[in-house]
């Protein structure tokens, strides 16, 4: 049986197997420890019955006013553990805390332009493209801001399409 579980720092000694997929982003352990100690609520683990990391979510909440919302930074799962539904409860609890907690407009986060099955996933999620950054990946690769309105967002304006493609230098980070 699956636990999905807080994130906690033994867990960054490992998760190895969760990061060895050439589409997963990895961060320093700095990174990672910044992220459960500001916004431990948005950091889960699926862990197995043998205590191995099937994998986990990172996010955080950022913005202002209507622009206030729930983000994805990391979402993954081993490969050995995929088609198991993990990243769909995963997303779901993040969904949950934005919208329960902290009372959320939107959640948001981005993929890979080239990255067709997890675009695919997160449309199936309910998210939809909001708009294009321009060699977001390494100065090199597209990335797609993907979104999800909240309840609070009655006339889901948050997730109108930009018209517009933007560069890395014009997103706001909060």
């Not at 977001?136 to 006339?155: F, Q, T």
Request: glycine letters at 6%; aromatic letters at 12%.
């Amino acid at each position: 049986m699956t636990t999905i579980r807080r994130f906690c720092c033994d867990d960054l000694l490992k998760f190895a197997n969760v990061n060895i997929d050439h589409l997963t982003e990895t961060f320093s352990m700095a990174f990672y420890q910044t992220y459960m100690a500001r916004w431990p609520d948005y950091c889960h683990v699926a862990e197995a019955p043998n205590g191995s990391i099937m994998g986990y979510i990172l996010g955080k909440v950022e913005g202002h006013n209507e622009n206030w919302h729930g983000h994805v930074t990391a979402v993954t799962v081993a490969p050995e553990y995929r088609r198991q539904q993990l990243a769909k409860k995963l997303m779901q609890i993040l969904e949950d805390i934005t919208e329960k907690s902290y009372n959320g407009y939107f959640v948001d986060l981005f993929v890979r332009a080239s990255n067709i099955p997890a675009i695919t996933m997160y449309q199936k999620l309910g998210y939809s493209v909001y708009r294009r950054v321009l060699r977001y990946y390494s100065g090199e690769e597209d990335g797609l801001d993907m979104r999800k309105a909240m309840k609070r967002d009655v006339h889901k304006k948050s997730i109108i399409p930009l018209k517009r493609e933007i560069t890395p230098e014009e997103l706001e980070y909060d």
